[in-house]
């Protein structure tokens, strides 16, 4: 794929990254100077209001305290216990509940709600803005659309009833359908699948995902493989150039013809119908190889998802963290729990046309919760290790990740090394209402006070 199509993709990812920005930003904003010089506090208090948390708070640091406005989450019931812990991330933990300004001068703080809903509007519109102008000169690049060919050169019998559809098609953790007789534009798959019976005039990106290239299928264009696979079967035309990182082109027979014959500069893998004569041509090197190169592709993915999670939600990623180190034991039981209900709830919903989309929703959702919950433990986990050589975050889930490569690539230990990752992290998710973006509501459907976790 060449640079205009780079730069597209590009703009749209800068979209949903200021998009996710906004909305997932802190509660508490600070102004006014604030010094990293403020002596670490220990607190021991059970069921305060959130007034009276603060109150404790600032009298431990020495500030005074002037409340300004009204807001529900000052009647928020906490418990603190706290241990040489830095006063200003303790305020801020405390204020989770609502959104608030907090101005410092000095000593003296000063505490109202905050409504910033026009700045996010602001910002959202300016990225928009920005996207859509980096988008339309991108499109200005695009070199002129080639002729069609002339439907003389198609089969007879593909000729009566191919429909030309030159758009690009994209899924990202579903599925998708080319069909006999379909042309589509470029295909890109993302953790999803796509099954490929018609032409694909443009290129076929897979990338964590998988694809399969029936039977009188083509790809015109190059294929580009990244963490996923390729399965092509006998008979399916490839023209374009094969290129593979980290993934699995498999063919079966004579399916790779023309441009596809390995001119792409990556030897393409052999699968037979006889899985026998598989296993055997296949090595031991060529096993551990593939499982390296898979392990180090989700655990990349994982630390570039979490360095963006750490950047722009910090205080979501330190609640799931704070839950994680204080009750790995519980934490790991209701991942279990919680994983049983989500499916018992996915399968109920499924039940009713209704419920199908509100699943569908749910399940993008929750594996986009699940990822980011997953590198929270494993932030954890390099803090555990680590934490007394360095205070560095993103150095924190480097290790982490180094760490669950090593141990998901272990044989036969590799998969419990996984599942016990996954259901912690669902477990944080369900301990901290999704790291405080559920908000709960009461038997009488007023909201519920909000509890947040022990530290």
Request: glycine residues 12%.
């Amino acid at each position: 794929m060449d640079g205009t199509k780079v730069g597209i993709l590009g703009a749209t990812l800068s979209v949903a990254l200021t998009l996710t920005a906004t909305t997932a930003s802190a509660n508490v904003r600070h102004e006014g100077d604030w010094p990293d010089d403020d002596e670490p506090v220990s607190l021991d208090a059970h069921d305060l209001t959130a007034e009276e948390a603060v109150t404790k708070v600032a009298n431990a640091a020495g500030w005074s305290v002037v409340w300004k406005g009204k807001a529900a989450e000052r009647e928020a019931t906490v418990s603190l216990h706290v241990k040489e812990q830095p006063p200003a991330k303790l305020l801020d933990l405390i204020l989770s509940a609502g959104d608030y300004v907090v101005e410092r001068d000095g000593t003296m703080l000063s505490i109202e709600p905050a409504d910033d809903a026009p700045a996010r509007a602001k910002a959202i519109a300016s990225a928009v803005a920005a996207a859509s102008s980096a988008v339309n000169d991108a499109k200005a690049r695009l070199p002129p659309a080639p002729p069609e060919p002339p439907a003389a050169t198609d089969p007879p019998s593909r000729d009566r009833h191919r429909r030309h559809h030159n758009d690009a098609r994209m899924v990202t953790g579903g599925h998708l359908t080319v069909d006999h007789g379909e042309s589509v534009g470029d295909v890109t798959v993302v953790g999803g699948s796509v099954d490929v019976l018609g032409d694909v005039r443009g290129d076929l990106a897979v990338v964590g995902g998988t694809a399969h290239v029936h039977d009188g299928a083509e790809v015109h264009g190059d294929t580009v493989v990244m963490g996923g696979a390729v399965d092509v079967d006998d008979g399916a035309t490839l023209d374009g150039q094969v290129t593979r990182i980290g993934g699995a082109v498999r063919r079966r027979g004579k399916a790779i013809r023309a441009g596809g014959d390995g001119k792409g500069g990556v030897e393409v893998s052999v699968v037979d119908d006889d899985e026998d004569d598989d296993a055997k041509a296949k090595t031991h090197v060529e096993k551990l190889s593939t499982r390296i190169g898979d392990g180090l592709s989700r655990s990349s993915l994982l630390f570039a998802f979490g360095a963006v999670l750490i950047a722009l939600a910090t205080k979501r990623t330190e609640s799931l963290q704070v839950e994680v180190a204080a009750r790995p034991g519980r934490t790991f039981a209701l991942g279990i729990v919680g994983a049983l209900g989500a499916v018992a709830a996915t399968v109920a919903l499924c039940v009713t046309v209704v419920g199908i989309p509100v699943a569908i929703i749910g399940i993008l959702a929750g594996v986009f919760l699940v990822y980011g919950s997953i590198t929270a433990v494993l932030t954890t986990a390099g803090q555990a290790m680590f934490g007394h050589k360095t205070k560095n975050p993103y150095a924190h889930l480097a290790i982490g990740c180094l760490a669950f490569f090593i141990g998901g690539s272990l044989p036969f230990i590799g998969h419990l090394v996984v599942a016990a990752v996954v259901l912690t992290a669902i477990g944080a998710l369900v301990a901290t209402r999704a790291g405080g973006l559920a908000t709960p509501t009461g038997s009488l459907g007023s909201p519920a006070p909000y509890r947040s976790p022990s530290l």
